[in-house]
């Protein structure tokens, strides 16, 4: 008797369909080169992505280095370029040394396992990105997840731990809804007990501090011996990678650790060359920090919140999924483009509109923003 053979892939069908009953389905849109709307869904926070300086320097990294770096930053892949470009980001945000990986992704994931191992114990915040989440589980750390924000809970954590060292983590600037973590509290705590505090700055290089140098240096941390920061350069800086910056004993380690890293081709070129252009731009023009949270405020207001964002991040959440994708197709109706963040990006009965400002939006795009906005939102009334 022939017995009917079952895919081992026939699962995936169910799967699609469930997600698609809970309007949890995702697709890939193909983004034009020039399109007919007003993009907010895109993180390109400073408007850099596509200035003509930005551009000039990823064109130059080319021409002199070619498309690709050709291998690991430890064998071909380490180029002056390189280095020069963590030397001036370190020099701006405070810190005493950095080291740029291929993405924010591998950044998160190199500093969290180099950093920890068995005997040391992780305090995550339960909002923390997905990269951090999955450096904490690939660590082989035991992982404390704490509830959003709460110092107490970190304490409590840090007090309790038998193991001898102690890494608490934190975004500074959280990415779904844009708010600040407690860092200077945070910091005392880590004190305290003698832990590392890792800080991921993915949403506030560019945006907070002075001239943008990020929430760290705002709060005066930067520097500290016990801090460590992670960003990317694909937000602010209007590129792609990312970066770890702290003491210059992290970034030997890091070097010597870090699986994201040395098992990693190194970043493109073209990529340095352009955030390279971008940190030029921003410290020319400090006041696109001011600039972009300025915007954001107006988009807030726009959308009836009552606080005013911390960031270039707008969030306004709208509980189920099919409302919030009905009113990002409403504002799309209008010529604007924004972000829906649905589970399990964001907890159950959460799903929002999540925009970004831009300190490039003129005048006539902020308004044309705020009137989409508006209409979207008076529809579901």
Known sequence: M????????????????????ASLRRTLRVRGACEPVLDLARNDYLGLA?????????????RIWGGGSTGSRLVTGNTALHEEFETALAGFVGAESALVFSSGY???????????????????DELNHASLVDGCRLSRSPVRITTHGDVDAVRAALAGREQPRAMVITESVFSTDGRLAPLRDLHRVCREHGALLLVDEAHG???RGAGGRGLVHELGLAGEPDIVT??????????????????????AHL????????????????AVGAAHAAL????????????????????????GLSETPDSAVVSVILGEPDV?????????????????????????????????????????????????????????S
């Not at 591998?106 to 995550?124: K, Q, Y």
């Not at 410290?283 to 988009?299: G, K, M, S, Y």
């Open 2 to 21: 022939t017995r009917a053979v079952v895919s081992p892939l026939a699962w995936l069908a169910d799967a699609e369909a469930r997600r698609r009953e």
């Open 50 to 62: 596509e200035h003509p300086e930005v551009i000039a320097g990823a064109v130059e990294a080319t």
């Open 106 to 124: 591998t950044a998160n994931l190199g500093a969290v396992t180099a950093l920890s191992g068995a005997d040391c114990l992780l305090v995550s």
């Open 205 to 207: 290089v560019g945006v």
């Open 230 to 251: 992670t960003a990317t350069l694909s937000k602010a800086l209007g590129s792609q990678g990312g970066v770890v910056l702290g003491p210059e004993p992290v970034r």
């Open 255 to 270: 070097i010597d650790a870090a699986r994201s890293f040395i098992f990693d081709t190194g970043l493109a070129p073209a």
């Open 280 to 303: 030029r731009v921003l410290t020319a023009q400090p006041e696109l920090a001011t600039r972009v949270r300025d915007n954001a405020a107006a988009l807030a207001r726009a959308a």
């Open 324 to 380: 919030a994708l009905t009113a990002a197709a409403r504002c799309l109706e209008h010529g604007v483009r924004v972000g829906v963040f649905r589970p399990p990006t964001v907890p159950v009965g959460t799903s929002r509109l999540r925009l970004t400002a831009r300190a490039s939006l003129t005048p006539d795009e902020l308004d044309l923003a705020c009137r989409a906005l508006q209409a979207a939102l008076a529809d579901r």
